[in-house]
């Protein structure tokens, strides 16, 4: 399993790396800091799933979940974040977010939110 987490917080990356080997222990672990960084990482390898903030230092995160479904439209992605808007988070799964988890949550939370969005999207037929 490899999946990319995408926040321009060293301390939160240390965190979700660290909850999402709590429940993927094999898993592989990118990091991006930026959504254009994420794009440059995604034009190089394509992970299992992506993991985002929508905060992001140089576009705001339903800019870059577009640029994500141009560049690689079979990836799933799925937000964990302190944007609690629900108009956001309505646009953001109309978009073809996973899932969009407010902060704070525990480790626990993300793993079944990236299991969710795993299983969502293989019985949609996008991941294998």
Not at 15 to 44: H, K, N
Not at 90 to 102: D, E, K, N, T, Y
């Amino acid at each position: 399993m490899n999946i990319l987490i995408v926040y321009d917080s060293e301390a939160i990356l240390r965190i979700e790396r660290y909850a999402v080997l709590s429940g993927f222990p094999d898993a592989t672990v990118r990091f991006a800091v930026s959504g254009a960084s994420a794009l440059e990482v995604l034009a190089q390898w394509v992970p299992d799933m992506v993991v985002a903030d929508y905060h992001l230092p140089d576009m705001d995160g339903f800019q870059w979940l577009l640029a994500v479904r141009k560049q690689a439209p079979a990836v799933p992605v799925g937000f964990a974040t302190s944007e609690t808007n629900p108009q956001v988070v309505r646009r953001m799964q109309a978009a073809g977010a996973v899932f969009f988890l407010s902060m704070p949550f525990n480790y626990e939370d993300l793993v079944a939110a990236v299991k969710g969005g795993l299983v969502a999207s293989a019985a949609a037929g996008t991941v294998g």
